[in-house]
């Protein structure tokens, strides 16, 4: 089973940039499909973004076009880069990773494997 590792949150003012990143080890990256997903205090933890073996990609509504998940397969690393951030994107980012590529993307159960988070933190 792969393990993740997240880095790259922060503090931001609105309207400013981020990269996440999520380095795997201890499986064959590629044949995974890769996940994001966030949390904000008092709140479920939330689908943002999926890229697939293929590189398909799919978002959230509240992060399409600002947002953009992105692969390299020779670094065994996923990531997330993040403009134009608003406060409503605080929370604490997590990186996911399927075995089976499954359709239901959106659904955090669906994944096998989780990084411990990385907090972004978007002021006013």
């Known amino acids: 089973q792969v393990q993740l590792v997240e880095s790259g949150g922060g503090l931001v003012q609105a309207g400013g940039s981020l990269r996440l990143s999520c380095a795997a080890s201890g499986g064959t990256f590629s044949s995974y499909a890769m996940g994001w997903f966030r949390q904000a205090p008092g709140k479920e933890r939330e689908f943002v973004a999926t890229i697939r073996r293929t590189g398909y990609t799919y978002y959230t509504d509240s992060v399409q076009g600002r947002f953009t998940i992105s692969r390299d397969n020779a670094k065994n690393t996923v990531y997330l880069q993040m403009n134009s951030l608003k406060p409503e994107d605080t929370a604490v980012y997590y990186c996911?990773?399927?075995?089976?590529?499954?359709?239901?993307?959106?659904?955090?159960?669906?994944?096998?494997?989780w990084g411990q988070g990385t907090q972004v933190t978007v002021s006013s």
């Open positions: 996911a990773a399927d075995r089976f590529e499954r359709s239901t993307y959106k659904l955090a159960y669906q994944y096998d494997s």
